[in-house]
């Protein structure tokens, strides 16, 4: 057994625990320790050949790999230790045991930094009706096996689920000669970034069927058809209005869950809409010395997004490493009308800096008014209109630093729409 010590550990090399583990050394963290299972970091970023990365934190327009890149040959020049090909097994107290090909390793922290990031839903996960045959995938594997083997996936092909991936997926599956016959939604709206559905799915006329579900799979040996619904207010299947698809391929984008196996080992609670940790403004969960930061905590639209929330989490686990990090009473933030959850879900009134809320909206929406109040006292604490929101997009909301040390608490979030969008 080989055993290590650093002043922050980060489990996963993808773009959190990139921006984490440089943020943390250009903090000031001495020893800053990476462990990814892969055998290349980067993460999910790999296999993302198609631009429209780092527009916002880079000001330019990359393709993932490229965008990874930037971040890992900064964590080189900064000196980070990296384990790749390595495998984070259980949290202890302020010990990370991990397997390799070497054999088991125990890493002794101050700070750990969990940045997993997420998996795909399954057909398992959604109980698709039908046979077994060969031909589903998630669009991440499909993405993987093009992307990264040049391999084909498939000829005729329906996709179910309007995220990202997926309409991204149906674009490049396209330009690989293969028939996108349509991307089937469940819900009455987009899942994704409207971007994604002008660029992905309206420049290559691929239909967009909303209020609909795959209710049947078909097929022996491969997938031969898939039978399609329109689904009422309930989101039950109309039966009498299913139609018979031909199809060789069906590729799910229904959504992704945190990876927070590793979490749960360490005793970290975990918030039953965003499936990832409960943490205040510093990403900490209510272990102080374990953070969480990118989709592991919850999963973002933009990758851009994940950077900067991970380079925030990175410096507070340096400083709390360090014994900098400010600790006191919390207060609950709180999802109200028209919105779905909040992140952080509390914070530390301390006043020290400004305080950035994440959330989601309920329902797409225009002319929205997105306001943070005071809960005690009705005090309005950050406000913003926009012309139009989407369950699909992250909306922030900004909490100057002299408003937070009054907050008594809790803190309510609400989306207000002049028009919903359903």
């Known amino acids: 057994m080989r055993s290590l010590s650093c002043d922050v550990a980060v489990v996963g090399a993808g773009p959190a625990g990139l921006a984490a583990a440089v943020s943390a050394m250009e903090t000031g963290a001495k020893n800053v320790l990476l462990i990814e299972r892969d055998i290349h970091p980067g993460g999910i970023l790999q296999q993302c050949i198609h631009p429209g990365f780092g527009l916002r934190y880079f000001g330019e327009e990359l393709t993932g790999p490229e965008y990874a890149e930037r971040f890992a040959d900064r964590a080189k020049e900064l000196g980070v230790q990296v384990l790749l090909d390595t495998t ?234 360090a014994g900098r990090l400010p600790a006191e009473t919390e207060i609950e933030t709180v999802p109200c009308e028209g919105v779905r959850y909040v992140c952080p879900q509390r914070i530390v009134p301390d006043g020290s800096e400004d305080i950035t809320l994440y959330f989601r909206t309920v329902l797409p929406g225009r002319d929205s008014v997105l306001t943070v109040k005071d809960g005690a006292d009705g005090r309005v604490l950050a406000e913003r209109r926009v012309q139009r929101t989407s369950p699909g997009t992250m909306e922030t909301l900004v909490i100057p630093a002299e408003l937070v040390k009054g907050i008594r608490g809790p803190v309510e979030v609400t989306a207000s729409h002049g028009e919903v969008l359903v």
């Open 88 to 321: 984070a097994l259980e949290i202890r107290d302020h010990l990370l045991v991990c397997t390799s090909t070497a054999g088991l390793i125990h890493i002794e922290y101050r700070a750990l930094v969990l940045a997993m990031g997420c998996r795909e839903r399954t057909r398992a996960n959604l109980e698709i009706p039908g046979s077994r045959p060969s031909g589903i995938y998630t669009a991440g594997t499909a993405q993987k096996l093009i992307n990264i083997y040049g391999d084909k996936v498939g000829r005729e092909v329906v996709i179910l689920g309007s995220g990202d991936i997926g309409m991204i997926m149906a674009r490049r599956l396209t330009l690989e000669g293969a028939h996108v016959k349509a991307v089937v939604e469940i819900m009455p709206f987009l899942a994704g970034l409207t971007r994604n559905k002008v660029q992905c799915l309206d420049d290559f006329d691929i239909p967009l069927l909303l209020s609909h579900t795959v209710v049947d799979i078909n097929g022996i040996d491969r997938v031969e058809s898939v039978t399609i619904a329109p689904v009422d207010e309930k989101k039950q299947p109309i039966m009498e209005k299913a139609e018979v698809v031909t199809c060789d391929t069906l590729l799910l984008s229904v959504g992704l869950i945190p990876e927070n196996e590793l979490s749960r080992t360490g005793g970290v609670t975990l918030s039953g809409i965003t499936k990832g940790a409960i943490v205040n403004q510093y990403r900490q969960t209510e272990m102080p010395s374990v953070v969480a930061c990118g989709n592991v905590l919850h999963v973002n639209d933009l990758v851009d997004h994940v950077s900067m929330e991970s380079e925030a989490a990175g410096r507070y686990a340096a400083l709390y490493a």
